[in-house]
């Protein structure tokens, strides 16, 4: 095994990554993703296929500038019957005329014999020639060894002629790809020490695939026996199972491998940013249990851990948050001890004697709270109002009289039999605010976003501060499903601003209307709160109180 502690970061987000179900990246969003892994410190960023669909033509046409990572264009080997220098599929790749091209290539006798259809000597022939041709015109080539450890379980001669091929011809690194990903980690690491006898580490790469849920572990191995250039995707994404998660990877890397990479130390910090801005890309909720970068990797619930928490993070954290960016969260619940809440209200700015009687009053409030169906482990923003309304600290921005809501399904347009039946929402509300009375009515496509643009419609001339803010997430749990279409209902909404700011807000009831109103209310007050708003409701118990 090499003693170089140097590990070369190849990612293939916009590439491999892109082929799962789902993501179909425009130009814009792979430069953009490019120039952040660019920005971020990694080595290779693999950026498409040339000539395999018109969004990848258009990126390498208008490729951007990276100035630290090396732009990288992926295709195969030369087709059966053409010479490498003849081939269109090559000629395409080589003349996207960036610094490096990857190849991919058959090692598994399976493959080349039945999914090509081409003697062995010919797919070792068409390896040679491709990475020759490539390398003759590209100042790198990355040959990837598709699915390499197969191949070698099945005929190891064979799998070792073929990565012997490429490495002759010219590659610069050699990937072992565990294209299925079936491969366990001993049998990652026993391989790849294995080649390493043949070919120096220095040169090896391993790329792995997630479909046993072991694609970090698995990349993690083949460093430790001598890799050392490593493959994979921003949060996991990718085909099937997904590829391995570079982010995982990293962190993994430099924090319990020592092992150095182009990513400066501080600049590990920006790992969590990384991940979510990949996730806002594709418009998605970043995974709260994510290693490393998630909500809940440092998220703290039970009242004996918080107390440990408070004296030393080190007692239930592996690493520090702020070292890959994240923070520390703790969680307020009906396992919380007071420790939970103390620690939760200084987050908020709120500083409490622990001998103080609100804290107990909070504390027991909370678990009768959680008991009938609140969770505000989830809702945040609930709880920091519930803590300041008991303290005295949230304003009557408004005070709700009344709201109604009202479904009305008509029949189809162009009469019976044709069509489809149309359902309308309306909302009414009174509200009083600033000493003015209010009555708004608004329709919409449901009785939620009803109630929500006639909420605007009242408060919005009087708070400003509301124009930026909109719903992005309402979630429904039902609390008694024994009890049928009566069941108690728990509505989690969760919002955001202009400026990105999210908050969560929880409403219970077993009306699922009068449940989404709570969630709503609390959602508009802690922005009003937040912003510094001026208060003018005009009865204490109201809907700002």
């Known amino acids: 095994m090499t003693s170089d502690r140097r590990v070369w970061l190849y990612d293939c987000t916009l590439r491999d990554g892109q082929q799962m179900q789902g993501i179909d990246w425009g130009v814009t969003d792979k430069q953009d ?23 990848d033509d258009a990126f390498f046409a208008a490729a951007p500038t990276l100035k630290r990572a090396r732009l990288t264009a992926f295709g195969m080997t030369r087709r059966i019957g053409r010479s490498a220098a003849d081939d269109p599929g090559l ?63 099945a005929n190891r001669d064979y799998a070792l002629r073929c ?22 980690p001993d049998r990652i690491a026993e391989v790849v020490g294995e080649v390493a006898r043949r070919i120096p580490g220095g040169q090896l790469g391993i790329h792995c695939h997630n479909d046993t849920e072991q694609g970090v572990a698995n990349t993690l191995a083949a460093v430790r026996a001598g890799a050392r250039q490593v493959q994979g995707t921003l949060n996991g994404i990718g085909e099937r199972c997904g590829n391995a998660n570079l982010v995982s990877i990293i962190a993994n890397l430099m924090l319990k491998m020592d092992m150095q990479t182009g990513i ?42 918080v ?78 109002l519930l803590a300041r309304r008991m303290l005295g600290q949230v304003p009557e921005f408004f005070h709700l009289e009344t709201f109604r809501t009202l479904v009305e399904r ?16 309306e909302a009414t509300v009174k509200l009083v605010v600033k000493g003015e009375r209010r009555l708004t009515v608004a329709e919409g496509n449901g009785p939620v976003n009803a109630l929500d643009a006639a909420l605007r419609s009242a408060l919005q001339p009087f708070y400003p501060e509301l124009a930026d803010l909109h719903l992005i997430d309402y979630k429904v749990r039902i609390l008694t499903p024994q009890d049928a279409t009566a069941a108690t209902t728990r509505v989690m909404i969760e919002s955001e601003d202009g400026q990105g700011t999210r908050w969560s807000t929880v409403g219970v009831s077993g009306n699922i209307i009068e449940a989404s109103f709570a969630a709503l209310a609390d959602a508009y007050v802690w922005k009003l709160l937040r912003d510094g708003a001026q208060a003018g409701g005009a009865q204490p118990g109201g809907a700002g109180a």
Not at 412 to 424: D, K, Q, R, S, W
């Open 264 to 305: 400066a130390p501080d600049g590990l910090r920006g790992l969590t940013r990384l991940s979510r801005m990949l996730d806002e890309r594709l418009n998605r909720a970043p995974a709260r249990g994510a290693a490393y970068v998630g909500e809940s990797a440092f998220a703290h619930k039970g009242g004996l851990h």
């Open 307 to 384: 107390s440990a928490v408070e004296k030393d993070p080190r007692s239930y954290e592996h690493v520090p948050p702020e070292a890959v960016g994240n923070r520390r969260v703790i969680v307020v619940s009906d396992q919380a001890g007071r420790s939970n809440i103390l620690a939760r209200l200084r987050e908020v700015g709120i500083d409490l004697d622990p001998e103080d009687r609100r804290v107990r009053r909070l504390l027991d409030e909370v678990k009768a709270r959680e008991f009938a169906g609140y969770a505000y482990d989830g809702a945040e923003a609930s709880f920091e």
């Open 163 to 184: 990565i012997t091929a490429a490495h002759e011809a010219g590659a610069r690194w050699v990937v072992l790809c565990d294209t299925n990903g079936g491969t366990m």
């Open 410 to 425: 008509t029949a189809p347009a162009n009469g019976a039999g044709g069509g489809e039946p149309v359902a309308l929402a």
């Open 33 to 55: 993703i490019a120039r952040a892994l660019d920005a971020f410190g990694i080595d290779y960023v693999e950026g498409g296929w040339p000539g395999a669909n018109p969004t």
């Open 91 to 153: 000629a395409a790749i080589v003349g996207a005329r960036t610094p490096v091209v990857t190849l991919v290539g058959k090692t598994w006798d399976f493959h080349a014999e039945v999914a090509l259809g081409v003697s062995l000597d010919e797919n070792l022939a068409m390896i040679r020639d491709s990475v020759a041709e490539a390398r003759r015109r590209a100042e790198e080539v990355v040959f990837d060894a598709e699915h390499f450890f197969d191949g070698y379980a």
